[in-house]
């Protein structure tokens, strides 16, 4: 079975661009979450989607959004990078929201900002 | 705001040598602890989901455990494949995030 599954694995971006990340969940899976986690520290939440809408948004700025597709798949999106942008981008899909079921990670998006 | 401290950050150990993880949390109404592994560059692994104090979870050399304040990682007899970052999360009633905490990474020597 496959896992989550993201795209691209590495990418490197110029200050000020955009950057659109994706996500495919474990089949069956329809809630998707994103979390950063740069270097030495924990992931950090930035939103949930489950069913096509928004169900938990982090405290990241609003360059950064999100959206989930009729398939499930989502995709992050971050306008006018920064420096600070550099992390891993992770996405982790679970069966559901509303209970505590166990959210599966992908092996993320290395995504470096020069 | 929920928050979660790992201890100790970094710990190294012989093979054979058993060890505890320390996770500790505050939180507004525990629904789930859960512990992930993490090799580097790599996404986290999921190992353990523990929901009420006094619960213990065991996965071949792992065991956690859970108290109302804080749960462990036990390492028994570990051997070099273990090597790798624990990290530890909690999710919270009417709360979709985990908030996690920024690890223990352990290295196991022959």
């Known amino acids: 079975d496959a896992g989550v599954t993201q795209s691209p694995t590495h990418l490197i971006k110029t200050r000020g661009q955009h950057v659109t990340l994706r996500c495919s969940p474990i089949s069956g899976h329809k809630s998707v979450s994103w979390y950063q986690q740069v270097l030495g520290q924990g992931p950090q939440f930035i939103f949930q989607?489950?069913?096509?809408?928004?169900?938990g948004r982090g405290n990241f700025p609003d360059r950064f959004s999100a959206r989930q597709f009729p398939n499930y798949s989502s995709e992050l999106n971050v306008n006018a990078l920064l420096l600070g942008d550099s992390a891993l981008y992770l996405c982790a899909s679970s069966l559901a929201t509303g209970g505590s079921t166990e959210a599966f990670f992908g092996q993320g998006t290395r995504l470096t900002v020069v | 705001e929920d928050q979660v401290t790992q201890s100790p950050e970094a710990l190294r150990l012989q093979e054979g040598e058993s060890s505890s993880l320390n996770c500790s949390y505050t939180?507004?109404?525990?629904?789930?602890l859960f512990w992930y592994r993490q090799d580097p560059g790599k996404g986290p692994e999921f190992l353990f989901t523990l929901y009420s104090a006094g619960e213990e979870k065991e996965k071949e050399r792992l065991k956690a455990t859970l108290t109302k304040k804080e749960s462990f990682l036990h390492i028994t007899a570990p051997k070099p494949e273990d090597s790798a970052t624990y990290l530890c999360a909690v999710q919270a009633w009417g709360n979709n995030r985990l908030a996690f905490g920024k690890g223990n990474q352990v290295v196991v020597i022959p």
């Open positions: 989607y489950y069913e096509k809408e928004e169900r």
């Open positions: 939180v507004s109404g525990l629904r789930g």
